[in-house]
């Protein structure tokens, strides 16, 4: 196995140290001459891995103990599978449970209508992915936009080829209050980005689904949006922010209960209440 911490030059601690005081030669460190952001970031990694099967974590992501015997065997099982997943939990930044990602079969096997499924909203998070290194040689890397490429990516392998599953829980994604607080969705170009994402996944589609694919993605992206929205008036009380939000949301859908959403947000904003 190769382990091999990839840095983007971090300047908030010494990353290397830290890699040879904790791995004591088993793991790798490389630092990138300059920062280049998270896609070619990942793009280094995916280029520097050497084995069959790469497995790409954000720095503060974490896997089970069982996590890669687990992945190992579902591979061996489906030796036509691109990639594999495994159902994961959200944490915070403490490593407290959030919530727990949807079970998507009760046994492990190749998902079914996967591509269909995983087109109208990202069902998969980095942390519980592992693909073949044969799959990103062939399909490329991470391209485009920097929040929601993972989704793209995601898409395009199900496009090619057959993903294996486990419902078992053996990873953890953690979300940052403080992402929050970015330009990104402060202004609302985390959106932008999805709607891109969305244009970008409708080439993958058969034609007699794209619309009804395009639409359910909507729905759901326009309510997520009316979430986040609530989540920068919590967090930072940003109202410009929250505004952003809602606007972007009713551009891609409109409903009565979003509507009903975005009203209690507004009620927030304008007496003050957090």
């Known amino acids: 196995m190769q382990i091999e911490v990839v840095d983007d030059t971090s300047t908030d601690a010494d990353v290397e140290a830290m890699v040879m005081r904790i791995g004591k030669g088993r793991i790798k460190y490389f630092r990138q001459p300059e920062n280049v ?32 015997e687990k992945m190992g065997h579902l591979f061996s099982r489906f030796p036509e599978a691109g990639a594999a997943l495994c159902r994961f939990r959200y944490v915070n930044e403490a490593g407290r449970r959030l919530y727990e990602q949807t079970m998507q079969m009760q046994e492990e096997g190749i998902l079914e209508n996967w591509l269909l499924r995983v087109a109208v909203r990202n069902l998969s998070q980095y942390v519980a992915t592992v693909v073949r290194r044969e799959v990103y040689e062939k399909l490329g890397g991470f391209y485009g936009v920097t929040y929601g490429e993972d989704w793209e990516m995601w ?5 090619h080829y057959p993903v294996a599953y486990t419902p078992e829980f053996l ?35 058969p034609i007699a689904y794209r619309k009804s694919v395009l639409n359910k993605s909507k729905k759901f992206y326009a309510h997520y949006g ?47 209440i957090l």
């Open 171 to 205: 990873a953890e994604y953690r979300k940052h209050a403080s992402s929050i607080s970015s330009t990104k969705f402060l202004t609302g170009q985390n959106t932008k980005d999805m709607l891109q994402v969305m244009e970008v996944i409708q080439g993958y589609l």
């Open 226 to 272: 009316v979430g986040v929205a609530d989540l920068v008036w919590h967090s930072v009380q940003n109202k410009e922010g929250a505004k952003a939000q809602i606007r972007h949301a009713l551009q891609m859908h409109l409903d009565f209960k979003l509507l009903w959403k975005i009203a209690k947000v507004r009620l927030k904003m304008k007496f003050n």
């Open 37 to 68: 952001g998270s896609l070619r970031n990942f793009e280094t990694c995916i280029n520097r891995s050497k084995g069959e099967l790469v497995h790409l974590l954000h720095g503060d992501d974490r896997v089970y103990p069982e996590f890669y």
């Open 155 to 159: 898409v395009r392998i199900a496009k």
